[in-house]
């Protein structure tokens, strides 16, 4: 796994409280209300040293959406 995943993993995992996170669940599903998903993006921003705009937030439902915005943006 990449690093960038093991990153994303180690934050929600933190976040949630859980071990394991898996990639095909929404990110409402794993309990986040739209304020959990603003910090959890904010704490990322930090992490990566990126940053979402709203339309990029729009399009994040599920945790591999999340680390596809990430891997995208740490590519550039």
């Not at 990449?2 to 409402?28: F, G, N, T």
Request: glycine residues 2%; aromatic residues 4%.
């Amino acid at each position: 796994m990449e690093e960038a995943i093991k990153k994303v993993q180690s934050v929600l995992a933190k976040k949630l409280k859980i071990d394991r996170v898996d990639p095909e669940k929404e990110l409402r599903e794993l309990g986040l209300d739209s304020l959990d998903v603003v910090e959890l993006l904010l704490e990322l921003e930090d992490e990566f040293g990126i940053e979402f705009n709203s339309d990029e937030l729009k399009n994040l439902k599920k945790v591999n959406d999340l680390y596809d915005a990430i891997r995208a943006k740490i590519k550039k």
